[in-house]
């Protein structure tokens, strides 16, 4: 597997609704569009989901379109340099017209949520320097196809990993939530083996919440550290989330070829995760403190 390797760190600003309103912040990544095992029923529920909720944002995680894979990248890239040069940049339209078929979906998305950005994954395509869609009027100045989706929506592109600052702007206040997200990498084929590639996320990054896609695994896992209160001095709790997020590719289907045959693998996951925020300003000890409470969750 190779990514472009990218890490970027980022400021993401909320301004929380009033008491008793949530702001819930989704992942949703590996939907790998324009492929037969691709999960229409699980992306149709996704988009009665979106139209549901009330103040949400999503995290892209990467591998938005399935064309190209890294050794596919690799062999369109040696086969470009074998044909004509007018025929190089057609061996790349395949990867570009799937996400111009992909970003009209999310345009529909966009209505109902706001994107913070989108993580690159192993799979995607890139663009060629002339590549122009009149009727979403994507021009490229990107090098790849998610690159393209972040100059679409007018959002970060954030590489491989990034480290966001999300800011929860209450009553005046700003409560801050640092997020590490990767694309991933490792397989962690068992719930064990799948959470502790999450978790070793740690060791690289200081965050409130670790999360990773790339093995199709769905769910959220909770942990407790120790750390002394900025105000008290006291020691307390601090909880860290670890989130994988997902998927939208089918294992199996019937008459149908699949890596996963191939290979023995386990069903995949599929859904999405997300965190719910609720703000508030509760009195101790005469002082009125902020307070962010936070509800994990996923989807299938």
């Known amino acids: 597997m190779i990514t472009p390797g990218v890490f970027r760190t980022y400021v993401y600003p909320i301004k929380m609704p009033g008491a008793g309103r949530q702001v819930t912040l989704a992942v949703i990544g590996d939907i790998h569009w324009g492929v037969t095992l691709f999960s229409k029923e699980t992306w149709d529920r996704l988009k009665r989901w979106v139209k549901r909720q009330e103040n949400l944002h999503i995290l892209w995680m990467g591998d938005y379109i399935d064309l190209a894979s890294s050794s596919e990248r690799n062999a369109i890239a040696l086969a470009a340099r074998t044909v004509h040069d007018q025929n190089a940049s057609r061996l790349l339209e395949p990867g570009l017209a799937d996400t111009i078929s992909f970003c009209k979906e999310l345009d529909w998305i966009h209505q109902y949520a706001e994107f913070v950005g989108f993580i690159e994954g192993n799979h995607y395509a890139i663009v060629p320097d002339e590549a122009r869609d009149e009727d979403l009027q994507i021009i ?16 970060p592109y954030l590489g491989t990993e990034a480290l966001i600052n999300f800011q929860f702007d209450y009553q005046g206040g700003v409560i801050s939530r640092k997020w590490y997200a990767h694309h991933g990498a490792g397989a962690g084929a068992t ?9 070793k996320m740690r060791e690289t990054m200081e965050a409130d919440v670790y999360v990773m896609g790339h093995n199709h695994d769905k769910g959220v896992w909770s ?6 209160h900025p105000s008290t001095q006291k020691i307390v709790d601090k909880n860290i989330t670890f989130i994988r997020s997902g998927s939208f590719l089918k294992s199996r289907e019937d008459g149908q070829s699949s890596y996963n045959s191939d290979a023995a693998r386990g069903a995949l996951s599929l859904g999405w995760s997300f965190i719910r925020y609720s703000a508030s300003r509760p009195q101790f000890d005469g002082v009125r403190t902020s307070l962010l409470e936070a509800e994990p969750g996923f989807v299938s």
């Not at 990107?142 to 972040?150: G, K, R, S, V």
């Not at 942990?223 to 002394?228: D, H, R, S, V």
């Open 191 to 199: 719930p064990g083996g799948s959470l502790n590639r999450v978790a």
């Open 140 to 155: 490229s100045a990107a090098q790849t196809t998610t690159e393209l989706m972040c100059k679409r929506y007018n959002v």
């Open 223 to 228: 942990g407790q550290i120790l750390t002394m």
